[in-house]
């Protein structure tokens, strides 16, 4: 459906320049549409030109919602009426990617944020009045690392290491644009990792640094409930040392975040905890695979994405078990679930490349 390959033919590197590139899908609340981003490569200016694409789950028909833009991420609204979205211009005009809403029942995007640095990652408040985003905060030595003085402790870190690896700060917004972002927890969250609201929308589960590590030492994140509105901090209790990127279950009373196997860091699991964080259970233990994504169904079962020898396929966790969804794919990509439990989701056969499915 978007792939540019003329199929039942023998691939040659021309065709390689005809790839596009299928982007993470959103699928809306109510199932009924998806929104993908479609990347084109311009030889010519040496970059990759982004649409945001509406696709009608029932019908397949296509409508461009956005053209020729750098694409980072891009959100439904909890009622479907809004999609949030960060981008930058791909001529590179406008150097730093901000957040913007574009209203879906017509009318230009918004632009909320004006961030030197840019916007990093974003999520709805449940009551889709706000949205809590991360920017990187400019480093209090600038001026010095403009002029050359940019030395640093390497500490645990390989010799090779540049630069300190940077964190960000955390805010709101409102999403009507109306006044300014406002810090969530001051600026010392150091986050490294995504975040979610709580279902009362007054506190944020963050993927942060606990003070004292290095920015450098990712194995050493954690997930915390920080409060909107004093920003105090409550742990969230750990399976292994590494916790992150929470997200909530369609009905509120749950949490899944992604954490280290605690015999194989290098191997992801997922953990399900109470809407309070509390009471982990680790869901993903009878898979024993390494998982590249997951999204919560209705029941609050798991859809997740993890490697299966040379394939990559869909399992449904449920109460400590796994059941593999079967599909004729080589490779599928991270799920994005609608209420009624229909997925979206990027996949690709032997002799296909990817597409949205």
């Keep these: 459906m978007l792939a540019a390959i003329v199929l039942g033919s023998t691939l040659t590197l021309a065709d390689l320049r005809n790839l596009v590139n299928v982007g993470q899908p959103r699928i809306s609340p109510d199932g009924t549409r998806i929104a993908v981003s479609i990347g084109r490569r311009n030889f010519d200016k040496d970059l990759v030109e982004n649409d945001l694409v509406l696709v009608n789950v029932r019908s397949h028909a296509q409508r461009k919602l956005l053209r020729n833009l750098r694409l980072l991420d891009y959100e ?28 879906m029942n017509g009318g230009e995007p918004l ?3 004006e961030e030197k640095n840019g916007v990093e990652d974003f999520v709805w408040r449940p009551d889709g009045k706000e949205l809590a985003y991360t920017a990187q905060p400019e480093a209090p030595n600038q001026k ?4 050359g003085e940019d030395t640093f402790n390497v500490t645990e870190e390989a010799w ?8 960000d700060d955390l805010y709101e917004i409102s999403a009507a644009g ?7 927890g001051n600026n010392s969250l150091k986050v490294v990792g995504g975040f979610t609201y709580a279902a009362d929308g007054r506190s944020l589960f963050v993927t942060r640094l606990p003070p004292g590590s290095s920015p450098n030492q990712y194995l050493d994140a954690e997930i915390v409930n920080v409060r909107t509105r004093d920003g105090s901090v409550t742990p969230v209790p750990k399976l292994s040392s590494t916790q992150a990127d929470p997200i909530r279950s369609l009905d509120g009373t749950r949490l899944a975040y992604a954490f280290a196997n605690p015999a194989g860091t290098m191997q992801t699991e997922v953990a399900i ?21 997951f999204d919560f169904a209705p029941h609050n079962a798991l859809i997740v994405a993890a490697n299966d020898r040379a394939r990559r396929r869909f399992f449904v966790l449920s109460n400590g078990t796994h059941s593999a969804i079967p599909l004729a794919l080589l490779q599928v990509g991270p799920p994005s679930v609608a209420r009624d439990g229909t997925i979206a989701f ?12």
Excluded: C, M
Aim: zero cysteines; proline letters at 8%; a neutral charge.
């Design 144 to 147: 010095a690392l403009d002029h």
């Design 273 to 293: 905890a109470d809407a309070r964080g509390a009471h982990p259970q680790w869901a993903s233990k009878s898979l024993d695979r390494d998982v590249a994504g």
């Design 111 to 113: 632009q909320l944020t």
């Design 346 to 357: 990027v996949g690709a056969r032997e002799n296909r490349p990817n597409d949205l499915y």
């Design 178 to 184: 109306i006044g300014k972002p406002r810090h969530v």
């Design 160 to 167: 090779t290491e540049q630069s300190t690896t940077p964190t």
């Design 76 to 103: 439904w609204s909890p009622n479907g009426a809004s999609l949030a979205y960060i981008a930058a211009s791909a001529s590179g005009e406008q150097k730093s990617p901000q957040l913007f809403v574009l209203p």
